[in-house]
């Protein structure tokens, strides 16, 4: 089972690596399938796979025997830990929630798999990293203000590894970066639901790239 060579540490350094997770959000699973393709082509080996995609489990599977190895495999919207359990065995080598829920870190702790909790204040998110969070999903962080409100977060906090999701755009990525972001999650401003209707995953393809290459140009920036 290749699989099983996906050691937490190693899905985490990957995470902070790509610096991206495009998240699916799909109506069905050749349009899941689709999508997944069209990413990786782009050179984001991440995808974080929700649970409102219709048979999200099959999905899943699906993407673990067909690229093994070369994606590596998130589960999103997940929302108790009977959820996280069966994400885990289904393949998924992560877990993204929208909120805050302890025992879904817990879930994920028991199978030495990693967890990234949606939290939104500081008292949400220093829970979430006392609970063993591996890195924080900060939801809905555009409304609330964006690489600011990430960058007002760092300063007390810089022990954390965040990752800003809700409102990311191309454009405000490399602010996100530069604000301190590990990562960001882009969802249909990566993965258009628009482009796989009309049958043109190369524009989900060249979002990735995009999305990939601004996370690298504002890395560049902060090492000089």
């Known amino acids: 089972d290749s699989a099983m060579s996906w050691s937490r540490e ?3 350094s990957r995470l902070r690596e ?9 109506s069905n699973q050749e349009d899941a399938f689709r999508a997944v393709e069209a990413v990786v082509a782009g050179g984001v080996p991440v995808v974080e ?8 489990l099959r999905v899943m599977e699906h993407i673990v025997e067909h690229f ?14 009977e959820t996280c359990r069966a994400a885990l065995l289904a393949g998924a080598e992560f877990i993204v929630t929208p909120s805050l829920d302890v025992k879904v870190i817990e879930c994920s ?31 809905p962080c555009g409304p609330v203000g964006g690489p ?8 007390p906090l810089p022990q954390i590894d965040f990752v800003p999701t809700g409102g990311v755009t191309l454009e405000t990525t490399p602010d996100y970066i530069r ?11 990566l993965v258009s639901g628009k482009a796989l209707r009309e049958g043109k ?18 890395r560049a920036e902060l090492k000089k």
């Open 148 to 155: 600011k409100y990430l960058k007002a977060l760092r300063s």
């Open 10 to 12: 190693k899905v985490l």
């Open 179 to 189: 604000a301190g972001a590990a990562a960001v999650a882009a969802g249909g401003e």
């Open 109 to 139: 702790r028991r199978y030495s798999k990693a967890c990234i909790p949606g939290a939104l204040t500081p008292t949400e998110i220093v829970t979430a990293w006392q609970a063993g969070a591996d890195m924080v999903k900060v939801f």
């Open 68 to 81: 093994g190895e070369s994606v590596l495999l998130g589960a999103g919207t997940v929302l108790d830990t």
């Open 49 to 56: 796979i929700t649970m409102g995609v219709p048979n999200a």
């Open 201 to 218: 995953t190369d524009v989900i393809t060249a979002n990735a790239a995009k999305f990939l290459e601004a996370v690298r140009s504002a």
């Open 18 to 26: 790509v610096g991206v997770v495009p998240i699916v959000r799909v």
